[in-house]
């Protein structure tokens, strides 16, 4: 009989966790589904047909399915993130780093930089602001962020040519059909180590980082702690196998990686 009384308690026990864990409201195990806003920065995230690309949207797709969770990303204005205009089904953002609002959102993986230089063969006169820029020819890539530098494109007293690839922009520098490229690092440095421009030395200047996060926890989000340990471990996991890579403050897929 005790045994029997030992084994009755101890199912009565399981019954009762499982019981309190399926009936539990609002916890990631019995959500469908999870939201996370992003925003529109190539090459880091933007839109191919009904799917989510670029560096980071490929980077949070692989850390949701190591980590088990179902989350849909979508593309909203930044202004809702930065305002906290978020629905109650987002648990997600991509954050840029900002004091007014920082201690909203865990942060279950390392901050990132984003950074936009500028280049050329020079080694002379290298410039750090659009007036550097002025009476010189400058290669961009269409559609990839300028940040404060975007008035360049106003700008008469400066040629802007606009083009499909970072590639392209490097090609013509190389042929000195223009004087500089401004784009982001990342591209640059995966478009600058091909072998056609290995016998090329280019000179930068860094005109603007950006600080932030890939993914950023809502913090008043009813299961906003159990996110922040599931998300952290699935970091450490592909980090350590060599999935992730984060070096000088740049986080990526290391199939992403540029050297």
Not at 170 to 195: A, H, N, W
Request: glycine share 6%.
């Amino acid at each position: 009989m005790k045994n029997i009384g030992n084994g009755f308690l101890t199912q009565l026990t399981l019954l009762v966790t499982l019981a309190s864990f399926w009936l539990a409201p609002n916890t990631w195990a019995n959500t469908n589904t999870l939201k996370h806003f992003t925003l529109y920065f190539p090459p880091y995230w933007e839109m191919q047909g009904d799917e989510h690309i670029g560096f980071h949207a490929r980077l949070s797709k692989a850390l949701y399915e190591r980590a088990e969770l179902n989350v849909t990303l979508a593309q909203v204005p930044y202004a809702r993130v930065s305002q906290l205009k978020l629905p109650e089904e987002v648990a997600f953002v991509a954050y840029g780093a900002n004091p007014a609002t920082d201690e909203q959102f865990l942060f279950p993986i390392p901050q990132t930089t984003i950074t936009l230089k500028g280049y050329s063969l020079r080694h002379h006169n290298m410039p750090s602001t659009i007036n550097g820029f002025k009476g010189a020819r400058v290669a961009i890539k269409r559609g990839f962020p300028l940040g404060s530098f975007a008035p360049l494109l106003e700008d008469n007293d400066i040629i802007v040519i606009e083009l499909n690839t970072v590639h392209q922009a490097i090609r013509l520098l190389t042929r000195g059909r223009v004087d500089y490229v401004i784009t982001l690092e990342d591209p640059f440095k995966r478009e600058s180590s091909k072998q056609e421009f290995v016998d090329h030395r280019f000179f930068e200047s860094t005109l603007e980082s950006i600080y932030g996060w890939p993914i950023a926890i809502v913090k008043s989000h009813p299961d906003a702690n159990i996110l922040f340990e599931k998300i952290s471990t699935a970091y450490q996991e592909l980090l350590a196998e060599g999935v992730i890579s984060y070096e000088d403050n740049r986080l990526l897929l290391s199939s992403d990686e540029y050297h």
